[in-house]
Every structure is written in C-alpha cells, then in structure tokens.
C-alpha cells in the first residue's frame, strides 16, 4: 500500500520546521526561558529563598537575641546594615528567619487547596450532573462570606498559631480552586479530542489522565500561583491581627506589627517587613503571568 | 459629464497590504488591480489565506493599524485610501457598504433591527427618525424579509440564519450604496438558502444597478451570481476573466486544478484530480509564480517572473505557459 | 495491518448480513426555561430513525443543519445515550446482554470528526494521538508506535516528517489526515465520517475524498459518509439517506434518490444546489424561508409548512416510510411522503 503515497503527494508545508518539534513542556521551557520579566522575577524569588533557608549562612545573629542598647538604628548603622527592631534584634536576621514562617504559611494553604480544591474540581467538572451541582453548591456557600472576614473567623475559632491560620487560608482558597478546576475540566470534557478518546473506548480514568489533566493542570497551576501571592497577603494580615504566628518568632506579618509603633522613628526600618511581603506577591504574581504565557501553546503559531 | 455607464464606479490599482509584526512579514496581498462598473458583479474567488477577505476589508478601511496598505483607490472617481477616518467613515455605509459571513457579528444584539437600519439612514441622511424608520420598512420588504412590519421590531437573535442574513442586507443597502462589497455571505448558510440569498442579490442588484465584489471560495456561488471572476491565489489574482470564460477556458493551471477539485454531479466512480501540496506560507512567498511548487506544468522561468497574458476576448492570466495550455 | 480482500475473521454473519442496523432510534433534549427550570419544549433531534449499512458500502446521510445527522453519528457512537432504539452490529445487540458491549462496538467502529483541530489533542504529537487508543487497549508502547507511523503513512504524511509534530504545527488537511488515521488506529470496520471534510478548501478536500476512496478499497471498510454537501455525497455514496428535522424523509440507492427523487423536499433540496454553469443559472426560488426550528415541529408531516402540495392530511399524520406505489421504482427506494401522485405530477413536469 505504499503507493497510496505517491497517488496523493503531499507537498510539506514551506513554514513547517524541518526539525521535529521539541516536546511540550520542553517548549514551555524554551519559552520561559526567552521571558525577560519571568527570568528576573525567578532570580528574586530564588534569591527570597536562599536567604530565608540558608539564613544562618547569610547572618551570624541570633533573631531571637536583642540589646536594650541597640533598639532602633537605622538603616546602615554599624553591625546592623539593615538597622535593628524595637528589642535591639538585627533586622536583616529577623527577615531571613521570618521569611521562612511567612512562605510557610503562604505556600501551605495554597498546596492544601490545590490537592483538595483541584481534586474537587475536576471531580464536579468531568462527572457533571449531580455530583457536580452538590460540589458546586456547597462551594457557593463559601463565597457568600468574603475570604478575609472568613479567615479571621477561622482563626477566632481555633485560635491563634501557625497551623490554624493555614488551615483557615486553605478553607479560604479551596472554593476559588474548585471552581477554576471545574470550569477548565468542564470545558475540556466538551473538546472534539475528548470525545474522539471517549469514542475509541478507552476507559474514563484513561481519558482523565491523560487528555483532561495534561490540559487542565497547567491553568491550573497558574492559578494557585497567583494565589500564592494573595495568600502571602493575607497570611501576612492574620499574623499582623495576631491570629497568625505568636511572638517571638519572626514573621514578617508579625514582624510589620510590631515595628509599627516605631514608624515615626525609623519609618524606613519599619516599612522593610512590608516591602518583603510586596516584593515576594508581586513575583508570584508576575511569575505566574509568565507560565500563563509560555502554556500557551497557540502563542508560537 | 462622462458616461455613466462605462466610467467605473470602483477602480482599485496595485493594492497591496503587508502584516508587519515583531519578527513576521506576511504579504497578504501583492499588487491587486481591477475596475467595476454600475450593475456588475466581479467575484474573487479563492481558498482561506489567499488575500480575498483582507482586499475587500482593505478597501472599508477595517484593517488593523499595523497593516501596511499601499496601492490606489478611486471611488466614483475620489481617491479614498489614506482618507483620514472621519472621512472614510462617512463613505462606510453611504457610498460603499459591506456584508459578511456571519450577520450576527455586524449585527447589534442590542437593538432592533428597525432601530440600526433607521440608524444608520438618520447619521448618513440627517432626516428624522420617522421617516427614517418608514424607509427601513421598505427595506426589509425589498430584501423579502415576510411580515416586515412586526420583523422591524425582532432583535437579530430573534430572528433565524437567512433571516438575519436578509436584515443585514437591508442595512448594507439602507443609503443606496453604488458598490456593495460581500465577504462570503453564503458560507455559513444552508444550501436552500443559500440560493434564496443568491437570487435575492442578484435581483437587488438589477433594481438598484450597484455594483458587487463577492468575495468566496465557492464555486458554485461564484457561477451563480457573478458577471467576471477573479481567482487569487497567494495575494494575487492569477486569473481574471468573464464567468463563462473563467469556468469553461480556464487558462491558470491553478484555477484548472480548483475546478477540477471541486465535486459536482457525475463524477462517481472516478479519482478526482487534485491539486498537490497545500497553499504557501504568505511570510516567505517564493520568487516567481507562488503556485510554482504545487504546479504540474511548473518551468524554470516561473521561478523568475510571471508574465501578465491577456488574450483578445479580455481575459488573463498570470502563468508563463498559459499561451500553450489555453484549451483551443 | 494487511489489507484482505479475503474474508474479515471478524466476520459474523456474511456479507449478506447488514454490517449496522438501526432501528427507531430516537433522542429528544428537554428545552427548560422559566422560573422554576421547567421543561418549556422538547427538540426532537433524531425521531424514530431506522437504516441499515450493508458490509462494505458507503452510506451517505444528507441534510441540513438542524436535520439530526450529526446527533444520528454521537448516537451510534454512543457519545450520548439514545432515548430508545436498537442498534446492531454484525448481528449483536449494542448494549444488550446478548449482543456486544458498547466498547466492543466502539473497537469496530470509529469517527472523524469535522474540526480537525479541536479534535486533536493540542498537548500530543501526531504519532502520540495516534498510538493512544491501541495503547489503552493494550498494545505495547512500540508496537503502538509502530502501528502510528505505519498509519501515518497510509495518510499520506511522511512519519519521519510528522511523527512529532504538535496539532498547530499541521495545516487543515493534514491535521484531517492524522484524525482518519486515528480513526483506523483500532482496525474499525465501520468508520462515520461527520462532516470530515466541510472544513476543507476544495483543493485539499479532493485529496482527502481520494485518500478516503483508496482506504475504504485497500482496507476493506465500510463508511457512514455524513455531510450536507450534496456533491460530495453523491460523489462517496452508494446508497443515500435523506434527513429533514429529524426523521428519514427519503432514502435510496444514489442514483434514484439523485437521477429521481421522489419527496418534495429532497427535490428541492437538489434544486438549490448551484449549477455550475452560467448559461443555465438557477432563476426559481426552491424554497422559501429557512428549515425551521427542530423545537416543537409541525404535526404529521414535517415538511407540510414549506411544501407547495401539502395537503388536509399531511398534517394529521406522520407518513410512513415507504416504496411509493406508482410502479416505476424499486423498492429500496422508501419515500415519507402521503401524495405521490402530486411527486408523479411534479417530475412529469421537471423531466
């Protein structure tokens, strides 16, 4: 049968490479890789990372030890570059140290809602009917408080300390989750190739894993990128409210509260905490704009 | 006063659009001239990526901004490329208007139909909205739309596809424009009424005397309502000629082939001839004749240049064997 | 995958046996509105179809849109459940305990869809959408791939070319080629074709209708050939269905349903089909108006409010599908109409 070749000839397309294409996410990396924004946001991150998890490499401080002297130098003060809080410690070390409580606590909640919140969505959005509408009505129920007041009154029932307010932020994140995987998973469960693989006979998890999640995974991570910027946030917000990681321990949450009645000495100083927490959403945000970009796989037609 | 009847209401001379962005150069299309006189149809006939749709949009001005268009434009004798907007805005409409493909996208959801056509006739006439909508009504009985009085007030997605493909048409009409231009009209419609859409066409044509461009990848549309038809192919017309001329002395291999392709009654049992390959890339066309790599006949000298040949009843072709290929 | 012309081991009952029997399949989606969801009406997308494809022909379904063709093809397919009806395969039951399962069914019978893009798989190579069905009913991953790039090239397409090539990276008519070789990846005997090519320009469309005519000869297949192109049914088709709003108005070997068709909406359906010819343009409306709503159609005959002979009686009751009684044709030809004297009177008067 291979004159069924020669009888219709097939001129290759003059645009198409001559090279076979690479693979998919191998693509996203290229792609990512040629996105300026994404590689210079990548590098802060990295960075925020290094100096949180390898903080006693970059600091010789205790973050717990101050000096009644100390309190309050300012910004490149001797010893002290970034200056020191209101208990003598060395600011530098405190947003080292802290930086690891506040990714904790922001990174959790949204891991927890993606596992939980993503296995719910794409649940309600490929079975459909039934199980579907009970999901997505329970999940309403959620959205009829606003997420902040939601969480703090989360946090009021269990009390404060670090595991409560992730479990009140993964409560807070779980309904937006499920509902950006069902919206994704339903509209993928109506696509032609969805249907062909439904035609060919093979089973639905076959069709799940590997038609539904290749396509739904990657919005969805998107997603819960984003979301880690607001939940840095709002993390930050209910240590600030004291709802959140208990003092001593350094967050910055915690840390922007405290150094809050020094603002009229070192305003400086006491705008640091803020800035780590603007600085590390805003690369998450940005951050997650880029893989939008680069998933994308029609943008390179 | 020149004569009406042979002064030509559109005359579009080298028409070129090039689509520069970022690091692609796409060359849409490359040097399209043609005249049209009152009362005459000229189809562009063509396959998705020939040029047919962006020539006409480039004569509306509805291109986007980065496209680059050159080439000349005269419309009852002015030259309206590179009018500035307020200008050709006032020509939209009024003196030349357009139909599309899909009446739902150039249709207002959010109006009746009466309202847009009085619209329409209220900013390019001035006159007040009564008799504005009293034309409307006439409109839509031109067009056969049934009990157009209570149809004045359907919303479009009140109404069904060919319904609101004959609204639109009453719009497109509601100035009396001298050149209507058509962008695929039939395409998306049932066979049954597709032809309706034809007939009506046509017959509007005969009691207003405008001129059409059609533009469509059809054959049949083509052989049903055009009086010269245009094959482009890769942004240029490679053949031009009277219907007759083009469908029975088809001298470009390339229309030969489309025709040749197209499945009509009577061909069963037999393999259809096709044309090889697919259309080329329009970001890097090759030097000489663009059909020169699918083409049976192709020489050497179509990879230099492509003669213009013209045979003494008016019809043309750009193929450097179109002498010898012409049937006798 | 070699091609036999003898006889297919899968062969039950003969080639004297219809390869699929449809009989009064029927699917009606409820239409809810209203305050409280109810059901305001009912779309009868496919009513009470009956047909049988014989082993190795090509069935062509013809209609317009909203006729219930391509909702017939997602039945069969069992991509939705049908209402009621039977379907049966070689012999077996759909469904049936005493027949075949609907993923047995589903391995001898396959579809091409019309949107080639859509229906492939953006984040899978050519050669990775193909393998996917052999390799979830277990074949190995090689042999999978084997079968891929050998399929690749029955389509025309050059494996080493195309193998790895993402949906995007393809034009229209080669993306339409790897989903018929998708289609052939199970070795189907059946293959339904809904609208495969009506996205097609004319020129690549003639190469696919050619690639088709070959597979369906080297291996043996039998296609349910559906498309509203009247042209391109006639050209693929030995036997011809014709669908109006749901139902099976006329049905019959091709050249009597196109040298004579009998219903007067097939006739006029064939009318409306342009010429090609500019010395003989068409100067008469067929048809006046659209086909209408499938919601809620019109009683007894479904064509009785655009067609010119109706009569009292169309619209009291359905009119069964049947050979007319004038005589002159045969009877495989069946036409759903209650007046064939008018039919008799009106091609007297055409011919």
Known sequence: MSDLTLETPLVSRPDAPAAPAPGYWKSVGQRLLADKTTMAVSLVLLGILFITLGAPLVTHYDPYHGSVLGRLKPIGAPGHWLGTDETGRDLWTRLCYGGRLSLLAAIMPVTISLIVGGFLGILAGYAGGIVGTLIMRTMDVFYAFPSILLAIAICGLLGNGLSNSIIALAVVFIPPMVRVSETVTAQSRNLDFVEAARASGTTTMQIIRYHVLANVLGPIMVYATSLISVSIILSAGLSFLGLGVTPPRAEWGLMLNSLRQAIYVQPYVAALPGLMIFATSMCFNLMSDGFRSAMDIRLNK | MADTASTPVLRVEDLTVRFTRRNTDVAAVNGVDFSLKAGETLTILGESGSGKSVSLKALMGLLPAYAGISGKVWLNGQEILGLPAAALAKLRGGAVSMIFQEPMAALDPVYTIGEQIAETIVQHEGCDNRTAMKRALGLLEQVKIPSAERRLKNFPHEMSGGMRQRAMIALALACKPGVLLADEPTTALDVTVQIQILLLLRQLQEELGMAIVFVTHDVGAAAEISDRIAVMYAGRFVETGTTRQVMRQPMHPYTRGLLSSTVHGGMRGRALETIPGSPPNLAELPPGCAFAPRCRYAADACRRDIPVVTTETGAMARCVRAAELMPA | ?351
């Open chain 3, 1 to 351: 995958m070699s091609a036999s012309l003898e006889q297919d081991p899968r062969d039950r009952g003969g080639p004297a046996q219809p390869l699929l029997i449809v009989d009064n399949l029927r699917k009606h989606f409820p239409v809810r509105g209203g305050l409280l969801n109810r059901q305001v009406a009912t779309v009868q997308a496919v009513d009470d179809v009956s047909f049988s494809v014989r082993k190795g022909e090509t069935l062509g379904i013809v209609g317009e849109s909203g006729c219930g063709k391509s909702t017939t093809a997602r039945l069969l397919m069992r991509l939705m459940e049908p209402d009621a009806g039977s379907v049966i395969f070689d012999g077996d039951p759909v469904g049936d305990r005493r027949g075949i399962s609907v993923s047995d069914m589903r391995r001898q019978m396959q579809m091409v869809f019309q949107d080639s893009y859509t229906s492939l798989n953006p984040r899978m190579t050519m050669a990775e959408s193909i393998a996917y069905a052999p390799r979830m009913h277990g074949l190995g991953r090689k042999e999978a791939y084997d079968r891929a790039e050998d399929l690749l090239s029955r389509v025309g397409l050059n494996p080493r070319q195309y193998a790895r090539r993402y949906p995007h990276e393809l034009s229209g008519g080669q993306r339409q080629r790897v989903n018929i070789a998708r289609a052939l990846a199970l070795e189907p005997r059946l293959v339904i074709l809904d609208e495969a090519v009506a996205a097609l320009d004319k020129s690549v469309e003639a190469q696919v209708l050619n690639l088709l005519t070959d597979l369906k000869q080297s291996l043996n297949l039998t296609y349910l050939f559906i498309s509203h192109d009247l042209n391109v049914v006639e050209y693929m088709s030995d036997r011809v269905m014709v669908m109006y709003l749901g139902r099976v108005v006329e049905a019959g070997p091709v050249d009597a349903i196109y040298r004579r068709p009998r219903h007067p909406y097939t006739r006029a359906l064939f009318a409306s089909k342009p010429t090609l010819d500019p010395d003989r343009r068409t100067t008469q409306m067929p048809l006046t108006g659209d086909p209408p709503n499938p919601i809620d159609p019109p009683s007894g005959c479904r064509f009785r409010t655009r067609c010119a002979f109706a009569q009292p009686r169309c619209s009291e009751s359905l009119p069964p599908l049947a050979a007319p009684f004038d005589g002159d044709t045969d009877a495989s030809h069946v036409v759903a109409c209650h007046i064939p004297e008018a039919q008799s009177a009106m091609a007297v008067h055409h011919g």
